[in-house]
C-alpha cells in the first residue's frame, strides 16, 4: 500500500476499492447547508453576522438542544470571494465566554486571536480583507482554551468556502457540493457531556451526520462530482471511499494541488479538508463509506470512542438517475510553490507526547500550554523547517494557525507531490517534516493538535512572529 503523507489526513491510502455493504435506510435527501446571510453595502464589502446561542434543532427523528450558530448544525456556509473586505460580527448569546476561530484563513493573528474571550452578551466584530490565494473550503469553530471541546461537540461549526475573484459562484463544468462530517452523541435530548475517559482518547458520537443528517442521500444531478469534504468532529478520523468509485483529489485543506492524485481512499483527520471529483460512469446506488480505522488509542480503544468497529458505516447513499449530462474534468489549477528544495532559515523539532496516567496532560516538548509562555520565536518573511515527532501511543492531528506549511517528508520518506496544509496527521512513532512559510503578518498565534480534547489539556503552544 501507498502512503501519500500529509494528504487529506495523515495520507490516502491507495487499495482495492471499497466493496458494497448491506443496504442501510435513508433519512433524506443531502441538505445544502444553510447560507449565511449576507449584506453588501457597497461594491466588495461584505457584512454578515453570527450568534453562538442555544438552539433547538432536529437531529434525524428527535428533537435535541445543541448550541448552534444562528441556530442550524452546521453553523451556515459563509461563502466568500478573494479580495473581499468582511465584517463579520459575532454575538454570544452562551452562558459562558466563547471566541471565533477562522480556520484555514490567513488572516493577521490580531484578528483571528485565540486569545480572545467573548463574554456572554458580548458581541465582536471580526475584520479582514480575504487574501488572493484563499480559493476553497475552510471552516470557523470556537477556540477559548480549555472550553473548545465541548462548545464544538454540542454544534458549534460551520463551514467557508471562498470563491477566486475570477470564477463564477457555481463552477459550470462541475456539481459542487459542500459536504460536513460531524459526530454527535445524545443524552435527554443535549449533547452527552465529556466523561473522564474522553479526555484522554478523544470525544467520539454514535451519530455520524452529513450535513447535520443521518444517512442522506445525494442524487447526482451530473455525472462529474466536485465534494469538499470537512471532518468537523472533535476527534473522529473518517477514511472515507466510495463503492466503485476512485477519488480525484484536487485540493486538501483548500490549497488546489498542480496534479490532482487519483486514490480510492480518503483519510480525514479532524480539522482537515478535502476537495474530490467524482466521475459517475453508470447508473446506481453508491454508498460512501466510512472504513473501519485504528488511531492507536492505547489502552483506551474500545467503543464509540476507541477503535473503529469491524464493518464500514453508510455515511450517505450517492444516486445516480439515468439521462444525466457528462461533464469533462476541469484542468488543474495552476502549480502551486514548491519549497522542497529551499533552504531553511531555522529548523526546529516539537515532540508531542502523552501524560502516563489517565488524568495526565497531553505536552509539546514537555510543556503543557501556558498562554503567558512564548514557545517559538521566529521572524517575518523566512520560512522554517519544523520536524514534529509523535511519541505517544496514538495518532495527533496537528495544526498551525495563520501559516500554512509545506509537507516535506515522513519518517524521512520524501513526499512526492507539493502538499500545502494547515493539518497534518502524525502517527505514533512518525516523524514529520514541515516548511512553514513566516508570510503576511506578524503577530502572536498557536499550534496544537487538533483533537481538541488534547489540546484543551495541554497541546498546544505559541508561536510568535516579529518584524524583520
Same mark, same amino acid.
Given at each position: 500500500m501507498l502512503r501519500l503523507a500529509g494528504g487529506a489526513a495523515a495520507g490516502m491510502l491507495l487499495a482495492p476499492r471499497a466493496a458494497p455493504v448491506s443496504a442501510r435506510?435513508?433519512?433524506?435527501?443531502?441538505?445544502?447547508?444553510?447560507?449565511?446571510?449576507?449584506?453588501?453595502?457597497?461594491?466588495?464589502?461584505?457584512?454578515?453576522?453570527?450568534?453562538?446561542?442555544?438552539?433547538?434543532?432536529?437531529?434525524?427523528?428527535r428533537l435535541a438542544r445543541l448550541w448552534t450558530?444562528?441556530?442550524?448544525?452546521?453553523?451556515? =456556509?459563509?461563502?466568500?470571494?478573494?479580495?473581499?473586505?468582511?465584517?463579520?460580527?459575532?454575538?454570544?448569546?452562551?452562558?459562558?465566554?466563547?471566541?471565533?476561530?477562522?480556520?484555514?484563513?490567513?488572516v493577521s493573528p490580531a484578528v483571528d486571536d485565540p486569545f480572545l474571550s467573548i463574554s456572554p452578551g458580548e458581541s465582536?466584530?471580526?475584520?479582514?480583507?480575504?487574501?488572493?490565494?484563499?480559493? &476553497?473550503?475552510?471552516?470557523?469553530?470556537?477556540?477559548?482554551h480549555g472550553r473548545v471541546a465541548q462548545q464544538l461537540f454540542a454544534g458549534l461549526a460551520g463551514p467557508i468556502l471562498v470563491d477566486a475573484a475570477d470564477e463564477p459562484p457555481r463552477p459550470r463544468d462541475v456539481a459542487d457540493r459542500?459536504?460536513?462530517?460531524?459526530?454527535?452523541?445524545?443524552?435527554? &435530548?443535549?449533547?452527552?457531556?465529556?466523561?473522564?475517559?474522553?479526555?484522554?482518547?478523544?470525544?467520539?458520537?454514535?451519530?455520524?451526520?452529513?450535513?447535520?443528517?443521518?444517512a442522506p442521500a445525494l442524487v447526482a444531478t451530473d455525472r462529474l462530482l466536485r465534494l469538499r469534504f470537512l471532518n468537523a468532529s472533535n476527534a473522529r478520523y473518517y477514511r472515507l471511499a466510495l463503492e466503485e468509485h476512485a477519488f480525484r483529489l484536487v485540493a486538501s485543506d483548500g490549497h488546489a494541488l498542480g496534479q490532482p492524485l487519483v486514490v480510492d481512499e480518503l483519510l480525514l483527520a479532524p480539522g482537515e479538508r478535502a476537495d474530490a471529483l467524482v466521475a459517475l460512469e453508470r447508473e446506481g446506488r453508491f454508498a460512501l463509506l466510512d472504513l473501519p480505522y485504528d488511531r492507536g488509542a492505547g489502552m483506551m480503544m474500545g467503543g464509540p470512542g476507541g477503535a473503529a468497529g469491524p464493518e464500514p458505516v453508510r455515511l450517505m447513499t450517492i444516486v445516480r438517475p439515468p439521462g444525466i449530462a457528462a461533464r469533462a474534468v476541469p484542468p488543474p489549477y495552476a502549480a502551486a510553490e514548491d519549497l522542497r528544495q529551499r533552504p531553511a532559515d531555522a529548523?526546529?523539532? =516539537?515532540?508531542?507526547?502523552?501524560?502516563?496516567?489517565?488524568?495526565?496532560?497531553?505536552?509539546?516538548?514537555?510543556?503543557?500550554?501556558?498562554?503567558?509562555?512564548?514557545?517559538?520565536?521566529?521572524?517575518?518573511g523566512t520560512v522554517e523547517v519544523w520536524e514534529i515527532e509523535n511519541r505517544g501511543r496514538m495518532d495527533h492531528p496537528f495544526h498551525l494557525h495563520t501559516y500554512p506549511f509545506q509537507v516535506l517528508s515522513r519518517n524521512g520518506a520524501p513526499e512526492s507531490a507539493v502538499l500545502w496544509k494547515d493539518v497534518v496527521n502524525v502517527r505514533p512513532g512518525e516523524v514529520v517534516r514541515v516548511a512553514v512559510a513566516l508570510r503576511d503578518f506578524a503577530g502572536r498565534t498557536v499550534f496544537h493538535c487538533h483533537i481538541v480534547e488534547h489540546e484543551d489539556r495541554g497541546m498546544m503552544g505559541t508561536l510568535e512572529v516579529t518584524p524583520a
Open positions: 435506510p435513508v433519512d433524506r435527501h443531502l441538505p445544502f447547508p444553510r447560507r449565511l446571510r449576507l449584506a453588501r453595502p457597497q461594491r466588495g464589502v461584505v457584512e454578515a453576522t453570527l450568534v453562538a446561542a442555544p438552539a433547538t434543532v432536529r437531529v434525524h427523528d450558530y444562528n441556530g442550524s448544525l452546521p453553523g451556515p =456556509l459563509l461563502r466568500l470571494r478573494e479580495g473581499e473586505h468582511v465584517r463579520l460580527r459575532l454575538t454570544n448569546r452562551l452562558h459562558e465566554e466563547t471566541n471565533l476561530h477562522l480556520h484555514g484563513l490567513r465582536v466584530l471580526y475584520e479582514f480583507d480575504v487574501p488572493q490565494g484563499s480559493r &476553497g473550503l475552510h471552516w470557523y469553530h470556537p477556540h477559548v459542500v459536504v460536513v462530517l460531524k459526530d454527535l452523541e445524545l443524552v435527554d &435530548g443535549a449533547p452527552a457531556p465529556h466523561a473522564f475517559a474522553d479526555w484522554r482518547r478523544g470525544k467520539e458520537g454514535r451519530l455520524l451526520l452529513v450535513n447535520g443528517a443521518l529548523v526546529r523539532r =516539537l515532540v508531542l507526547a502523552e501524560g502516563m496516567m489517565m488524568g495526565g496532560g497531553f505536552t509539546i516538548n514537555g510543556r503543557t500550554f501556558d498562554p503567558g509562555r512564548v514557545e517559538l520565536g521566529a521572524r517575518l
